[in-house]
């Protein structure tokens, strides 16, 4: 029972230490979602569709007010996945690996923009449907930050680290890319799996531990 | 590019050093599934029912080939969820936090059979439905194993301890119980979001970390 008391201390300060008052991380997740180049778009929505903002994102992005479907190569499709704006180069796909298997697909972890041979998939919008040989990732564990953040960190762009994350269902993720940028806001971002599996959700805090040399 | 080439070798090794050989604790995912009472099987699939074995799991457990739908009280429904025998007392069912997000449900986080204001799930059968009032749950961490295990690792029962998880997208458990018993071979439960979030699957080995004291 003592040993219950003196845990359950030590996560409630933990928990503290752990909030953007104390240098905390906090937590965006997020949830499978699209982003889309020019022409899928028009093949998608019609030609010269605009996106219709819903909901302001970290660093000029956006939610959007469309969704699609998208079907993996076994035919099985998720409904409802959200694009996010502005329109990008190319049209990815980011899902956490539980879509990927309710999908059949078997997308490789990567960076976003990393698309080479990362798996095929169908997207289908109300005005047509497209085929992806490659676009369907799931995405990296990453942080975005500020040079500023950066220097009070003392870590660098691309750097792998480590967040400790405190709860009742806590513990710690490697393999945490950081990533540096003066449009960055200060924001770690996990995939629905992740999170899930963590027991936390976007506002929470985590902490940056730098990586221990082998 | 020699701190990635470092960084490769230790993974290599630790990956080595955490399989089954070295000490290591191979993994169990467990997707959804129903524990179910002699009274519920009756009423989902008729008057003293039988299930069939598909497939023996661990401790006398068996995977059968009946399955049903569950339906949360937002009315959201996912189909396909197995039945595990032999039957309990009590009628369980268990989710990962994904899964309680698509069922428009908030189960707690708790060990089998801990049931108490659990969460309202309705079960639907091909002869009938049950509405649990509370049963269903999210299963914590956890690792079975025998009391030569225990003592092999310096555990006891019900001891909180840490995992290891070495890959490319590996980390720390934090808040795993340990359950030791005669019927149990050495296995740590994990539930889809856990697994999928750190990029693990069935027969993967993790390492037991006793936890530090505050």
């Known amino acids: 029972m003592e040993e219950k008391i003196i845990d359950l201390i030590t996560k409630t300060v933990m928990k503290e230490l ?7 991380i906090p937590i965006g997740v997020s949830a499978r979602h699209i982003h889309i180049s020019r022409k899928d778009l028009d093949t998608l929505f019609g030609e010269d569709y605009q996106l219709k903002k819903k909901k302001e994102l970290m660093g000029g992005q956006f939610a959007s007010a469309e969704m699609v ?10 409904e409802n996945v959200r694009i996010l704006g502005p329109i ?3 049209t990815q796909v980011e899902v956490a690996r539980t879509d990927a298997i309710k999908l059949g697909i078997n997308p ?3 960076e976003s923009g990393d698309l080479k041979a990362s798996a095929p998939i169908a997207i289908v919008g109300p005005k ?32 792998i680290v480590t967040v400790e994350i405190v709860g009742k269902r806590g513990g710690t993720f490697d ?7 003066e449009s960055f806001t200060l924001e770690m971002h996990l995939d629905t799996d992740e999170a899930n599996g963590m027991g936390i959700i976007s506002g929470d805090h985590v ?5 221990m040399k082998a």
Chains 1, 2 share one sequence.
């Open 18 to 24: 752990s909030s953007k008052e104390s240098g905390g």
């Open 69 to 78: 479907t998208i079907v993996g190569t076994k035919l099985k499709a998720i």
């Open 88 to 90: 990008r180069s190319k």
């Open 108 to 110: 490789p972890v990567r």
């Open 128 to 159: 047509g449907v497209v085929y992806l040989e490659e676009g369907c990732i799931i995405a990296n564990r990453h942080i975005h930050m500020s040079p500023k953040d950066a220097f009070r960190f003392g870590v660098r762009d691309q750097e």
């Open 175 to 181: 393999d945490v890319q950081v990533r540096v940028d």
């Open 207 to 211: 902490v940056l531990k730098k990586k």
